[in-house]
């Protein structure tokens, strides 16, 4: 199930079938801090570990949402949240583009992120959505967010909003813009996708969202297994799986550690119960601090803006 506008019924969809579950377990986890509690721990206390969130979907100026039943309703209300959880940056991306998907929908929606990139102030990081179906503005639309409002993410695509294949020569086009600008994508997949795009495009850097997919007993085992096979792919802890236990450890334990990333979906999912499952799980210290941030920031680090 997928949340429908502010005020309106909850649109069905596989993807969102999966609901946050914060609870007060936050505050004995340590995880909800506000903003005003990120400043220099005290004299011998250990310093807490950052926390950078790369599945952000952040709410249209227009007050366009994605939740079940409103609670943050624009864009302020969105970064309270964010502080409440403790998630201190994030990658953004527009909800505007992706719901309607037109040429015109997502260069505004790509322009609505850059002006809350600037407002935060260094907090969060831009991502590009564009809709390739409309192969000769995406590309124009990617590069100029590349080269002139510096953003390095292009995604979260999500092909089953804008109704196209991955296998569509418009979307390889686009794959091949990304390359070449140097950039990262990030793909939404069910596991017959994940497979064609990690074997069709292998000098890509990929990010996919979710440990599972709508048949998440059948493919979450092969989902992950699929990932750590390809050194060019990253999975994130967001939507289906992250909470079954065990398959966190798992994850780590096949892919590595260095390519498991901490994402949310907020302000689908609440960022929160994410957090409590890193936090409470069969892990190091060093192995969590990687997924809160650590690894995030490396990849960031390859394709400076």
């Keep these: ?175 091949q813009q990304v390359v070449r600008l140097g950039m990262v994508l990030d793909v939404h997949t069910e596991n017959a996708e994940i497979d064609y795009i990690v074997e069709k495009f292998p000098q890509a850097t990929l990010v996919f969202p979710h440990f599972g997919d709508e048949k998440e007993f059948d493919h979450i085992f092969k989902r992950i297994d699929l990932v750590a096979k390809h050194p060019n792919c990253y999975l994130d802890t967001s939507g289906y799986g992250h909470d079954r236990m065990g398959m966190l450890e798992y994850a780590v334990k096949t892919i590595g550690p260095d390519r498991v990333l901490f994402g949310s979906d907020f302000s689908i999912n609440d960022p929160g119960s994410v957090l409590a499952r890193i936090r409470n799980s069969f892990l190091s210290e060093g192995q969590k601090a990687k997924i809160l941030a650590g690894n995030l920031e490396a990849l960031l680090a390859r394709f400076p803006a």
């Design 1 to 175: 199930m997928r949340p429908g506008r502010a005020g309106e019924p909850a649109k069905t969809h596989s993807r969102r079938q999966f609901v946050g579950r914060a609870g007060a377990a936050l505050a004995t986890l340590g995880v909800g801090r506000a903003a005003e509690a990120r400043t220099a721990p005290a004299a011998g206390a250990p310093a807490p570990v950052r926390v950078f969130d790369a599945h952000l979907h952040c709410p249209a100026e227009s007050g366009e949402l994605w939740q079940w039943h409103t609670v943050t309703r624009n864009f302020d209300e969105f970064v309270a949240y964010l502080d409440k959880t403790g998630v201190e940056r994030g990658i953004i991306n527009s909800q505007r583009a992706q719901e309607k998907g037109t040429p015109a929908e997502f260069v505004a929606g790509n322009r609505e992120v850059a002006r809350f990139v600037e407002k935060s102030k260094g907090r969060f990081v831009g991502a590009c959505v564009v809709n390739p179906v409309f192969i000769d503005e995406a590309l124009k639309e990617v590069e100029y967010c590349r080269r002139q409002l510096g953003f390095v993410w292009v995604g979260e695509l999500c092909n089953y909003m804008a109704h196209y294949e991955y296998s569509i020569r418009e979307f390889e086009l686009l794959v």
